[in-house]
């Protein structure tokens, strides 16, 4: 006799999570209740509890996603919601067949959101609502396309503009969209160009922060792709002052730190400097350290069009080094004959400023 089909095994924990995704939804006004439901479903669906992984499919079937955005919403600006909701979250956009749930869902968004309303106050929700944007970045960059993610992205960069490793993540994760030319379109639609450069140009070595190599390498790089769309696209950067804050990024550059970073930002530089590179080099020769401005001429000079300009930026920085070497050198020897000849009791003017000279009563 043929065997019967044996049931499919219902799921554990199917009426106890979906239980709970409707209570996620019914009490999502009450700060405390909504606390204690993220709690609970973080357990279920979060590591050590061993049927996590079934459990979150389940989670994600039921709503749960929707419910965390919901209670995320009602309660913008609130870390200790926004630190168990992430954790659920984190864990959803891991899993490459659930990923495009967090972003259709809002969720995403939301969580930017609710750090962006923190007024930069937040620390550990920061760094856990980041980690959930490379996550996404990384997994499904096509997903934040299109979904108000981008504007959410650029409002953080805002709140957090003098916190590096914030805007070292959000950048990246633009960068990431950016590589989609629809990506890119939302980008500059949304003001992003502006706000990249801006970002550029603050100076975080002043909080106590230094320069963040992945920041900078982000920046530069999803800048280079806009500037490679055509002519208008770089004379926008130089309107934004791009040339200005690429010269102050590269100051920030600890020399020998970064190689790719520095020939980046010198690639950069040169793209948008365009036939006043001599000047920009002046104005790194200016605001600069000696090591910085010849790490990135160094850089600048493997790219053969620009070294002519380079020998002409060097020849008029020798130049002048000389005249200044010369006025200090005559000073020098006209203060030693000076001094000698006070020292002497000598008489009137001295060399080279008098024809005669009196006898020393020395």
């Known amino acids: 006799?043929?065997?019967?089909?044996?049931?499919?095994?219902?799921?554990?924990?199917?009426?106890?999570?979906?239980?709970?995704?409707?209570?996620?939804?019914?009490?999502?006004?009450?700060?405390?209740?909504?606390?204690?439901?993220?709690?609970?479903?973080?357990?279920?669906?979060?590591?050590?509890?061993?049927?996590w992984k079934e459990n979150l499919e389940l989670a994600v079937k039921y709503g749960g996603v929707e419910a965390v955005s919901?209670?995320?919403?009602?309660?913008?600006?609130?870390?200790?919601?926004?630190?168990?909701?992430?954790?659920?979250?984190?864990?959803?956009?891991?899993?490459?067949?659930?990923?495009?749930?967090?972003?259709?869902?809002?969720?995403?968004?939301?969580?930017?959101?609710?750090?962006?309303?923190?007024?930069?106050?937040?620390?550990?929700?920061?760094?856990?609502?980041?980690?959930?944007?490379?996550?996404?970045?990384?997994?499904?960059?096509?997903?934040?396309?299109?979904?108000?993610?981008?504007?959410?992205?650029?409002?953080?960069?805002?709140?957090?503009?003098?916190?590096?490793?914030?805007?070292?993540?959000?950048?990246?994760?633009?960068?990431?969209?950016?590589?989609k030319p629809e990506g890119m379109n939302e980008i500059v639609q949304s003001n992003g160009i502006h706000t990249v450069i801006s970002s550029l140009a603050i100076d975080n070595t002043e909080v106590g922060d230094d320069?963040?190599?992945?920041?900078?390498?982000?920046?530069?790089?999803?800048?280079?792709?806009?500037?490679?769309?055509?002519?208008?696209?770089?004379?926008?950067?130089?309107?934004?002052?791009?040339?200005?804050?690429?010269?102050?990024?590269?100051?920030?550059?600890?020399?020998?730190?970064?190689?790719?970073?520095m020939r980046a930002g010198g690639q950069l530089l040169t793209t948008i400097a365009g036939s006043d590179l001599e000047g920009a080099l002046a104005k790194l020769k200016d605001g600069g350290d000696v090591k910085t401005t010849l790490a990135l001429i160094s850089n600048l000079a493997l790219e053969a069009e620009n070294i002519d300009t380079i020998v002409r930026a060097l020849c008029f920085l020798f130049f002048c080094c000389y005249l200044l070497f010369v006025v200090v050198v005559f000073f020098s020897i006209y203060y030693i004959y000076d001094s000698f000849a006070y020292n002497c009791s000598c008489s009137g003017n001295f060399w080279p400023f008098s024809t005669s000279v009196s006898h020393c009563s020395c």
Not at 24 to 36: L, S
């Open 211 to 261: 320069a963040n190599p992945e920041h900078l390498a982000a920046s530069f790089s999803l800048l280079k792709r806009y500037t490679a769309t055509g002519e208008q696209a770089v004379e926008y950067v130089r309107q934004c002052g791009g040339v200005d804050a690429v010269i102050r990024a590269l100051e920030t550059i600890e020399v020998g730190s970064d190689g790719k970073v």
């Open 70 to 179: 919901a209670i995320i919403n009602k309660h913008s600006g609130n870390e200790g919601l926004l630190l168990s909701a992430t954790e659920v979250l984190k864990r959803t956009a891991q899993n490459k067949k659930l990923v495009g749930v967090v972003a259709s869902s809002g969720a995403l968004q939301t969580c930017l959101g609710s750090l962006a309303a923190s007024n930069g106050t937040m620390e550990q929700g920061a760094v856990e609502t980041t980690e959930l944007l490379d996550i996404m970045a990384s997994n499904a960059p096509e997903c934040m396309i299109g979904t108000g993610i981008v504007e959410s992205v650029f409002k953080v960069m805002t709140t957090y503009k003098h916190d590096d490793s914030v805007l070292a993540s959000c950048i990246t994760a633009l960068e990431r969209v950016s590589r």
């Open 1 to 51: 006799m043929p065997r019967k089909k044996r049931k499919p095994r219902e799921p554990k924990n199917a009426k106890k999570i979906q239980e709970l995704v409707d209570a996620m939804v019914q009490h999502k006004g009450f700060k405390q209740m909504a606390q204690f439901n993220l709690t609970c479903l973080a357990k279920l669906v979060c590591p050590p509890n061993t049927e």
